[in-house]
């Protein structure tokens, strides 16, 4: 089992509160390195400067969108194994099939609980120790 306190989170979405809910559902758990950024651009520059080992990500962003950030992250050496669930609340079937070839890990479909996020997050990383 691995301890959320041990994984650094990148929050990736252009809306403030729902960046805010998603580090309040986080910390609900038991994850403290929690960070953020508005779209794909700023989140690049943030993986750059911060160790992080998830990035929730929202699809539907400005100036570089969810499934852009998905291919650049995995194009790069030092973020291709990075844990990536992408966040949305339009789950087309063509998101879903990109994201799935982009090599998303796992989606979270808005409205959220913390119980579905943890569960999200358990699925790519394993059970959770309890916080």
Request: aromatic share 6%; charged share 20%.
């Amino acid at each position: 089992m691995i301890s959320a306190a041990s994984i650094t989170v990148l929050l990736v979405d252009d809306q403030t509160s729902l960046r805010s809910l998603l580090r309040n559902a986080l910390s609900q758990i038991g994850f403290v390195n929690i960070y953020g950024a508005r779209n794909g651009i700023e989140a690049l520059e943030q993986l750059a400067k911060v160790p992080t080992q998830l990035i929730i990500s929202d699809f539907n962003m400005p100036d570089m969108d969810g499934l852009g950030l998905l291919r650049e992250v995995r194009s790069r050496p030092e973020t291709a194994k990075l844990a990536f669930i992408m966040l949305t609340g339009q789950a087309s079937k063509e998101l879903v099939q990109s994201a799935i070839a982009g090599g998303v890990n796992n989606f979270l479909a808005k409205p959220f609980t913390s119980a579905s996020l943890r569960g999200r997050i358990e699925a790519v990383f394993g059970p959770l120790l309890a916080s």
